[in-house]
């Protein structure tokens, strides 16, 4: 069934183009990510070569997770690649050289799940001198990569699951946003910054020296599992421009974290650290953990230009004015799973944490539902 389909598949995308010109062309998309090991393989260089012509603004290549077949780069040569605005290449080789030609005018280029090397990246970087928007998902050869400085227009930049990418190291001076999952080592000239990471991934205290951020100033931060969150302190240090500063505590039912003793001489303190610019702060799905009070304890005494700290003990659904469940109670069962936590959690707020909250800073505590958690269920 599977094999006739793709033969299907073949002849009708193979008659379509052997009928056309490929002049006038704009867009082609090529989905193959259904097909198994399907012919039409044998036939992607020929239709690329009618459709690839100059005047093509969009490209998209969805290959099979089979095999990594090759993407033919000649056909961008010879400037037939030169209109195209948007490359998207997806379970493939790409292996441009220098031969490739000029994209001149590439705006976005989002590779996922293709096999291309550091060095193979940046050669292709260098034809691409308009890219504005890069994305690489799941690519597992690159271990090394730079952004070179030309890239004057580069001002977006996603890099997620490339797990073997050891050094990053950015001189484009115009990327206000980087998407980044796994904390990179050498990232420059940023505005904002979203991190996702898994707590095993992690090693705050050698990824960050003082001052690696100098422009950054909106960060975002998603960490999966149990974590010293205090270790945070020394990226905050990183950041001296930095104003908002968003952190998501994502668990499992069996995560543990260490609890906060009831003696608050034990709190971790550290000298040295002023937060002179943070306004806003947020902290979602907040635990009654040690390190997460000790973390907002800190940017509580060390940020003077604070005005607002969010503890969202739920997990941003609810409303913060008048605690009522955003959705419909059965969904929202399904969701908060740790309901005692959560309660653990407003305890610690008000015992460790609501006293050491400046007048001029205003404290927003997101509590369960009343309707959905009352009292009776949480004891």
């Given at each position: 069934m599977g094999k006739s389909r793709d033969r299907c598949f073949t002849c009708t995308v193979n008659d379509i183009l052997k009928k056309h010109s490929g002049i006038g062309v704009k867009t082609f998309e090529l989905d193959f990510s259904r097909c198994c090991k399907p012919k039409a393989y044998e036939y992607l260089y020929r239709w690329l070569q009618i459709v690839v012509t100059p005047g093509i603004e969009k490209l998209t290549l969805e290959m099979s997770g089979d095999e990594a077949i090759n993407f033919p780069c000649p056909v961008l040569s010879d400037g037939n690649g030169s209109s195209i605005q948007y490359l998207h290449l997806g379970r493939c080789a790409f292996r441009p050289t220098d031969s490739l030609g000029c994209l001149r005018n590439l705006t976005e280029l989002h590779l996922d799940w293709v096999?291309?090397?550091?060095?193979?990246?940046?050669?292709?970087?260098?034809?691409?001198?308009?890219l504005e928007r890069l994305k690489l998902t799941r690519c597992p050869e690159i271990t090394y990569m730079k952004i070179p400085s030309w890239l004057q227009r580069l001002s977006y930049l996603q890099v997620l699951e490339c797990h073997r990418l050891r050094i990053l190291r950015n001189e484009a001076p115009n990327i206000y946003s980087f998407h980044f999952k796994e904390l990179p080592y050498s990232v420059l000239n940023l505005e904002t910054l979203r991190i996702c990471s898994r707590n095993e991934l992690v090693n705050t205290t050698m990824a960050f020296t003082p001052s690696k951020f100098l422009h950054l100033k909106h960060v975002g931060i998603c960490i999966i599992g149990a974590y010293d969150y205090f270790s945070l302190v020394s990226f905050l240090d990183a950041a001296p421009l930095l104003e908002t500063f968003d952190l998501r505590v994502v668990t499992f039912k069996q995560t543990i974290g260490e609890l906060i003793s009831n003696n608050p001489s034990q709190l971790q303190r550290v000298a040295g650290y002023h937060h002179d610019k943070l306004q806003r702060v947020k902290i979602s799905r907040f635990y009654s953990w040690k390190?997460?009070?000790?973390?907002?304890?800190?940017?509580?005494e060390n940020s003077s230009s604070l005005q607002r700290l969010t503890l969202d003990t739920t997990d941003d659904r609810f409303d913060a004015a008048t605690s009522k469940c955003s959705y419909n109670r059965l969904d929202k069962y399904s969701f908060l799973d740790k309901p005692m936590e959560a309660h653990k959690a407003v305890l610690a707020i008000r015992k460790h944490i609501k006293g050491k909250v400046p007048s001029t800073v205003q404290l927003d505590v997101v509590e369960p539902c009343r309707r959905c958690y009352p009292i009776r269920h949480l004891s």
């Open positions: 096999r291309i090397t550091g060095d193979e990246l940046g050669c292709l970087l260098s034809s691409c001198v308009a390190s997460l009070v000790e973390l907002t304890c800190h940017i509580l």
